[in-house]
């Protein structure tokens, strides 16, 4: 066990809608990063936040976007969804910026 | 960006048999993990190396930063090593790069 919890595990949606995907860090963790891992791209950082503030910006979509709240608690929230989103998102976290990162279970979302 | 490989991209074992996979990274690094992707798709962190060599019970790693390579080695493989084993150096102080991954299969 990581200790990221990510909620839901599974998520079936369809093409056009949006969702939200929810990740709690490690006890004491400041940092959260989120990855997309799909067949074509393989896995591929999108964002990270630390301490509520944007940190770094990977290849995420202008369709996506992150926040990280005051109770570091941060949500992933996708939009206007296309069947080539359809991917294992992963949210890791870390004590801050080189330390190790560790990943929750991940998010499978599917697009009908 | 740095470009990572992995090899081989695939590998088959036999139970009991040891092997070793490379990861050759194009740019200097700040650290790098490697991790485990079980057939249920968790990744698990195996090792944090940025350089030297680290033991954890029948896996090892070594990390040559000044020659940009990093090395993982399985001893002893079970079933339970089947997945893909992936390496990740960062070298940007954020963002891990994943490689390609080597698909593990040990046979019974």
């Known amino acids: 066990d990581s200790g990221v919890t990510q909620t839901p595990k599974h998520l079936i949606t369809a093409t056009g809608q949006r969702v939200t995907l929810r990740c709690s860090p490690r006890?004491?963790?400041?940092?959260v990063y989120w990855y997309q891992q799909s067949l074509d791209q393989g896995l591929q950082f999108l964002i990270q936040?630390?301490?509520?503030?944007?940190?770094a910006k990977g290849n995420i979509l202008e369709r996506f976007s992150a926040q990280q709240f005051p109770d570091l608690h941060s949500e992933l929230n996708l939009s206007s969804l296309e069947l080539g989103d359809s991917a294992l998102y992963f949210c890791?976290?870390?004590?801050?910026?080189?330390?190790?990162?560790?990943f929750g279970d991940g998010t499978r979302l599917s697009i009908l | 960006g740095i470009q990572v490989e992995q090899s081989p991209p695939d590998l088959i074992l036999q139970e009991g048999a040891n092997s070793t996979l490379r990861c050759n990274f194009s740019?200097?690094?700040?650290?790098l993990q490697w991790f485990h992707q079980n057939p249920w798709g968790q990744l698990i962190n195996l090792f944090y190396?940025?350089?030297g060599t680290k033991q954890n019970g029948r896996l090892s790693a070594t990390t040559v930063a000044t020659e940009r390579y990093s090395l993982l080695y399985i001893s002893s493989s079970q079933t339970t090593d089947s997945g893909v084993y992936f390496c990740?150096?960062?070298?940007?102080?954020?963002?891990?790069?994943f490689g390609g991954g080597t698909r593990l299969m040990v046979k019974p």
């Open positions: 890791a976290s870390s004590a801050g910026t080189g330390q190790p990162q560790h």
């Open positions: 006890s004491g963790d400041l940092s």
């Open positions: 936040y630390y301490n509520g503030e944007e940190r």
């Open positions: 740019d200097s690094v700040n650290n």
């Open positions: 190396i940025p350089s």
């Open positions: 990740a150096p960062n070298n940007a102080g954020n963002m891990l790069t």
